[in-house]
């Protein structure tokens, strides 16, 4: 959990990206920047840098306990080391970020570097490198007076409610690539890969929270893959499977691989092409799924809206199954040559 209530923003400097793939350079600033109402902007700049970090999702620099972390990493450290460095490591920063802005979709805008002081994470109050761009621009309306007269205007600017790339470095567990937070909402195919990956060099950390997500990937993999309607499983089967998975993570508080094949997998042909299909999952996408583990709430409350048991008939119905799978009944009607369903219900709601 990161808490910025007391967070202080001790340096912090603003230079431009331009678009690579356009020829456009990157304009660098010649020292970093003194705000003008510290309270009033100070504030809005920290809702703006720590607004977008909302889950656990925790990340670490790769090869750092190799000694083979890359740029940023670098800076980072010397950074932290001696802050004296802020400006110089910016600019590396800036020209590194434009060497890695490669892919015809990444737009140019504004890279801003921050050092803070009294971040709170997990408990723990430490020093924190942000690293943000904002690539898109929205417009806003003023409202002002002029000679007894109310006057709208237009004028254009960044959303604080919109964070478009971030990542935020806390001077924690070095040794271990240090504890750090990344969001792109931007850029979602293969020139994602840029921010996370080619100028960040992050991987995710882990965790609970990365071994509860990881874990429940899995669950929804095996629905979607192979307990599915081509291998003559209802969907209300499959629902079923579903509600029990999210039911588990919900409730408990550690996961137990006995206890999840007992309360969710039960029956031992499921579990054989549950254990080949995890198995595989492993194998195909380099995650270790633990059998046992601290289940992270947050993550569950993150992946929560992708468990979606919705039955889709014709354009007509849309039947939400949250459970009871006794309830519900498959059958054929012969006289209308169609499907039906026959749901048993208590109370209408």
């Known amino acids: 959990m990161i808490e910025h209530s007391q967070v202080v923003i001790d340096e912090l400097v603003v230079h431009h990206v331009g678009t690579r793939a356009d020829g456009e350079p990157v304009r660098f600033s010649k020292s970093s920047m003194r705000l003008q109402d510290e309270e009033m902007v100070g504030s809005v700049l920290k809702t703006y840098f720590f607004s977008a970090f909302k889950t656990e999702a925790y990340y670490n620099f790769i090869g750092a306990e190799e000694g083979a972390a890359g740029l940023v990493y670098q800076q980072a450290c010397a950074i932290f080391d001696d802050p004296s460095q802020f400006y110089p490591s910016s600019l590396q920063l800036a020209e590194f970020l434009h060497q890695q802005s490669n892919h015809p979709k990444i737009r140019g805008g504004e890279f801003y570097v921050a050092l803070f002081r009294n971040c709170v994470v997990d408990g723990e109050v430490v020093d924190g490198l942000g690293l943000f761009k904002s690539e898109n621009k929205d417009t806003f309306l003023k409202v002002f007076l002029k000679e007894e007269n109310f006057i709208l205007g237009a004028q254009e600017g960044i959303n604080i409610r919109k964070m478009d790339k971030g990542c935020i470095i806390f001077n924690t567990e070095r040794a271990q690539g240090f504890k750090a937070v990344m969001v792109d909402n931007i850029n979602k195919g293969n020139e994602a890969r840029f921010w996370k990956e080619d100028f960040l060099a992050l991987q ?8 509860t997500q990881n874990y429940m990937n899995m669950c929804k993999g095996f629905v979607q893959d192979v307990y599915n309607n081509e291998n003559q499983v209802p969907r209300p089967e499959q629902f079923d499977f579903l509600n029990r998975s999210l039911d588990f993570f919900d409730k408990k508080g550690t996961f137990k691989q006995e206890d999840f ?3 969710v997998v039960r029956f031992p042909e499921v579990a054989d092409a549950f254990a080949d299909y995890r198995t595989q999952f492993e194998e195909s996408r380099g995650i270790p799924l633990n059998d ?6 947050s993550a569950v409350k993150s992946e ?5 048991s919705v039955l889709k008939l014709d354009k007509n119905f849309h039947v939400y199954v949250h459970g009871k799978r006794d309830y519900i009944e498959k059958g054929f009607d012969a006289q209308r040559g169609m499907n039906f369903y026959k749901l048993f219900f208590e109370s209408e709601m």
């Open 204 to 211: 995710p950390r882990e965790d609970s929270y990365y071994f």
């Open 261 to 263: 094949e007992q309360e």
């Open 292 to 297: 046992s583990f601290d289940i992270s709430k």
């Open 304 to 308: 929560k809206k992708h468990f979606k």
